[in-house]
């Protein structure tokens, strides 16, 4: 990469060509307060003209989240006419900013007041009327407060770029322009998968998961037996939240703050995940045995299972009928483990703490709303611990209960990342396949965070692909959709990199996270992955089959994997005639 | 099947018959007569089409076909007068006509050669009648014929009339010239973007690379400025010079394809335009292989759906690609970058019109006109508190004085001139001391406002500066694309403080907060929408300090138009007592004092302040000018 010599200040730096000022910047040492930039500092809006800096001979102020290095450019970010520049930015946005910061579930993790600090913004310089405000909190999983929106268009970009189908938009014009689905609708009455991405990147408020934290107090308060399970990607990044860096396992420290909390059994949903893996790999063994229709793609993620509904009816065939690994869970919770200690399943409440905002609606899908009680995110489980009065960083490490439902394999542990679920299901295919177990155990092929991936599986025969993010995955569907898939097996996840990066999931601001790399953009997933990776390696077994809790489950219980029983419980179907567009707002 | 025009000689073969026709039909043989009707939007909105036909059915009647002809042209310009009827080969133009006077001007002028007088223009400081065009005073200082057609006769909806002007020759020139002569010919004629930039157009083509990807021609014609319709009316008048300075500039940039940008509003420019381009891919002058070249060209149309901010080439590039009409940060420019993300160029509706005349009639006959800032003549739409509102096609140089006075007539009802206010929403108002400004680009920026796309509005003593500016900020606040927050935003918020100052609530340290925050405005926003978007409130605010420290700290409108600020009082002394303005109020808040009026027997009336709810019917019914505000 050319070099390019710049004055930033009136000092000499040498920074690589195509970078942004922001971006150059950020190299040289100095931080130039944005709110719409996102990725690399880069965006395609410069919309919210925070970033200003004055450039030497351009015309105006530039946003520096857009505007070119070039040879020989002098940079001023603290003259007096930038600085004030950007605070009257700043300002203008407060001004039609919803600001009951106190209440505000964005609280400690909100841009705009980092920004509005770091531009030294003043109280009420600017007052008026604001935009009509909507309040959307009829979907599950996330809730949209567009008073709190400054419309930076980040959410709209992420729904581009990670999904495709764009849900969100501006609608309106002037003043009165708001960012939201298509006529203002409710995200409830438009074909969101409901993946929490928006939320992933929204700088304040505006977007939320929608918060079930009540629920489960309320549960606590009835006496009920609350039992919490808990999904692989949550210990990737719950450390996060109590300002560990980013790729710290969080794993024991959870599991001790979930019983400090009161819980009546701590969970894991890797268990669910190894009774996934029995169910699937033996519902594509039967597939690829009997001649069925292939190739066969996974179900976990409910946030596929709402794109696949909504656009792609027609793979409906192809999709394993397996419930997702904590709803599994859930119906084994209130039936066998209910059974065993002769609890009544009324008296169980059982929360599933999940990287994810769709399976906030998963758990209300009518065929199936009485598997799991509610579902907090990673985030809200946070939220849990530290109103609580937990000092996390005096917890000690403890393990989760063994109890019928508590042990599980590495297998179980890498559902969290892009092609997880691939390989915990190729090492129990292999073993039923060919009757031995895979000397490898590892499938190096499938690993990787690229957005679609294929392998070969030699030993198998079997071609395989993996996909996670619906833009990337929509390739893959089409083909299948026009019979002209080559794989056996297709693993697909909601979001980008998997649950690891799913909505829920603290949130990677590198603005407010000063002590980490400048590309933690693009490194964070990486990081929480190996967590995973590194969590499966020391687990002593590394299959669901040899999973001893799932063999009793299956002798004492269900019988075997596709058994009547099993496919009452651990089993669903999907709807094909899923309204896009229902009435109603 | 329209006669193909594939060579540079069938083209020379047209243009000699269609003049020879054209002359013919304006000289006409003695006992024949040619009939114009004004087919423009405003002239049409005054059932201008009904004229037409009630000719149409009077020739049919009198058995005249082969002797009379009527038909429609493009605008002439002095709109305040339409609908207008012109008669060759005596030139009579008739102005304010209507259908019914039809059959007095086909009885005394078509059949006696005796002139309707009381159709004739009755001018507004000479009070003489006038009859011909060219005597009016109104078209003498102007100089038609670049841009807009010299005297607007032909029929624009008939290629042939516009080849018998001269359609087509400068393509034909242009063709036989290398791209890089014609970007040179263009960059000598001094032409200078006509949409409000001021960009010199030779050098916006030069910018676009010489590469082998696809590269678009836009021509955009989202005229939005609250009063303008310069390009409105050119495309209604003569589509094929705007048709034909894009296929020249099509040429010049190396693209295929062409994109007019017009918006929905106009749908009578619409239908011209795509009534041309479908005549012309007939005849063979739009398609593969024009005038026997390997230049290829196509033409298609876009209709925008209102948003001033699509006027703004980046927001419009987005839109003509289906997306929402928002800016787009720069770099990269559409030179560069632009439409599905191929060099592009957008050249405004007038800009491009001039493009033919540089390349027919070479580029120093354009040159010889204008200042040293800006060559050429500059279209303008001349309206609010003047008399002789319309069109008017002026050389550059001219002074804002001799727009408003010689070519505008003055102001009406001998009011006091106050200010004129150019560019649209993005310009500013210029007062007394500016008025011998000659005008072009630089010489209106210089006096704190600029040409903008041509709009020009006069404003008397009765407008007051606050309210003005607050019409505008109110335009931008709708019309902002939301997508930068200080325009967003900070227009709202400008707004709100002129509606505070507007109602009386004023206090002086609101014209502080004004002026920063308009400045910030200024420096903070996205595009040139938003970055010009305070105009109107600093250049009112630097030319009328005085009027904003009356609203603000006095409390008092001195235009009287502020409603919370002004009251309307009769005067005792002029009241007679006719009771009329205590009928008309709709209110009923006017009532009698005991005091005796002029009229014996009658008292003076006096209006309840308290009750009044301002509408002026009062004022405006009152035959003895008894009635004033304060």
Redesign the interface.
Known sequence: MALVNIKIEGRDYQVESGLTVLEACRKCGYQIPSLCAFNHGKCSRASCRVCLVEVKGARGLCASCEYPVNEGMEISISSAKAVEARRASVELILSNHEKNCLQCPKNGHCELLHVAEMVGARDGKYVGPMTPKTYDEVAPGIIRNSAKCILCGRCIERCKEAQGIAILGFENRGFNVVVSPVQNRSFANVPCMQCGQCVNVCPVGALMEHSEIDKVDEAFRQGKKVIVQTAPAVRAAIAEEFGEKIGTPGTGKMVAALHRLGFFRVFDVNFGADLTIMEEGYELIHRIKNGGVLPQITSCSPGWMNYMEYFYPEVIPNVSTCKSPHMMQGAITKTYFAKAHDIDPKDIFVVSIMPCTAKKYERQRPEMDKDVDAVLTTRELAKMIKRSGINWQKLPEEEFDQDLLGEYSGAGVIFGVTGGVMEAALRTAYFVLTGKEYDKIVFENVRGLEGVREAEIKELGIKVAIASGMKNASKLIQEVKEGKSPYAFIEIMGCPGGCINGGGQPYVQPNLLPNEDDDILDTYRQKRANVLYSEDERQVIRQSHNNKDIQKLYKDFLGEPLSELSEELLHTHYNPNREKYPEGK | MAEQIKTPEQLQERFEHCAHCLEKKFKCEPGHKAIVVCGDTGCLSLNSQSILEEFQKIIKENKMEDKVTVNMVGCLGFCSQGPFVKIFPSETLYTKVTAKDAQEIFDKDILKDEVVERLLFVDPQTKQKVRKQEDYNYYKLQHRGVALVSKADINPEDIDEAIAIGAFQGLNRALHMSRKEVIDEVLKSGLRGRGGGGFPTGRKWSFVPDTDEPKYMICNGDEGDPGAFMDRSIIEANPCAVIEGMMIAGYAIGAQNGYFYVRAEYPLAVARLQRAIKKLEEMGLLGDHILGTDFSFRCHIRLGAG?FVCGEETALINSIEGK?G?PR?R?PFPAVKGLWDHPSVVNNVETLACVPYILREGWEKFASVGTEDTKGTKVFALGGKVNNVGLVEVPLGTTLRQLIYDIGGGIPGGKKFKAIQTGGPSGGCLTEKDLDTPIDFGSLIKAGSMMGSGGAIVMDEDNCMVDVAKFYMTFI??????????C??????CL?ILTKICDGKGEPKDLEDLKE?AK?IQ????CALG?TATNPILSTMKAFPEEYEAHVKDHKCPAHVCKNMMEYYIVPEKCMGCTLCARNCPVACIGLTDKPAKIPGKFVHQIDVSKCVKCGSCMSGCKFGAIIKR
């Open positions: 948003a929402r928002m940060p770099p606040c709708d019309e902002s694309c939301g997508k930068c927050s200080p967003r935003i900070g227009t709202k918020r709100d925050l910030f420096s903070n926003s996205l970055q």
